[in-house]
T-cell receptor, first 112, second 113 residues
Framework: DQQVKQNSPSLSVQEGRISILNCDYT??????FLWYKKYPAEGPTFLIS?????DKNEDGRFTVFLNKSAKHLSLHIVPSQPGDSAVYFC???????????FGTGTSLTVIP | DTGVSQDPRHKITKRGQNVTFRCDPI?????LYWYRQTLGQGPEFLTY????????KSRLLSDRFSAERPKGSFSTLEIQRTEQGDSAMYLC???????????FGPGTRLTVT
């Protein structure tokens, strides 16, 4: 069962504009959410996270928003840069952190 | 620290053979995870260790898969009697107990012919 879903396989954005990547989840018991970025031939790299008790977390150009009632989170990248071109995965976990559930990823292309 | 390392980076094997992969986590990380990733999919959880104890195992994990972390440091993942469906990228990740953020290795790409 796919507990975390990323319904947009790909996204193209002009450099300097905002990139918005979306993620939906089904398990209301998830306590923590994370976003990872992945370049080809490399393992995923942690980007930003958010606890279920918050609705927003910001780190530089990256902001994650959490809407618990809608079971939805989004990652905003402002301004987008060509180096941001990668596959982005969202993941959720229970409070134990024993198991993480990943979405299928969104491939972001930032056009110079 | 150079991060999480995995060995080998690539493995080609014939169907029916056994393979073993190694993961060296970041030294102070006591949590270790194994994932499998196929094309177009996100990492799929396989198993989790807290120090040397295997605390979680995916119910989808075949009995042909076994993992160990004997001294709470490095870990091995063995696949017995490989099948073509086992072809995937096998990822290892580690983290500290108080943090959820995982650090991934580069992965081992397995091809079963």
């Amino acid at each position: 069962d796919q507990q975390v879903k990323q319904n947009s396989p790909s996204l193209s954005v002009q450099e300097g504009r905002i990139s918005i990547l979306n993620c939906d989840y089904t398990n209301s018991m998830f306590d923590y959410f994370l976003w990872y970025k992945k370049y080809p031939a490399e393992g995923p790299t942690f980007l930003i996270s958010i606890s279920s008790i918050k609705d927003k977390n910001e780190d530089g150009r990256f902001t994650v928003f959490l809407n618990k009632s809608a079971k939805h989170l989004s990652l905003h990248i402002v301004p987008s840069q060509p180096g941001d071109s990668a596959v982005y995965f969202c993941a959720g976990t229970l409070i134990t952190g024993n198991q993480f559930y990943f979405g299928t990823g969104t491939s972001l292309t930032v056009i110079p | 620290d150079t991060g999480v390392s995995q060995d080998p980076r690539h493995k080609i094997t014939k169907r029916g053979q056994n393979v073993t992969f190694r993961c060296d986590p970041i030294s102070e990380h006591n949590r270790l995870y194994w994932y499998r990733q196929t094309l177009g999919q996100g990492p799929e959880f396989l198993t989790y260790f807290q120090n040397e104890a295997q605390l979680e195992k995916s119910r989808l994990l075949s009995d042909r898969f076994s993992a160990e972390r004997p001294k709470g440091s490095f870990s091995t993942l063995e696949i017995q009697r490989t099948e073509q469906g086992d072809s995937a990228m096998y990822l290892c990740a580690s983290s500290q107990t108080i943090f959820y953020e995982q650090y991934f290795g580069p992965g081992t790409r397995l091809t079963v012919t």
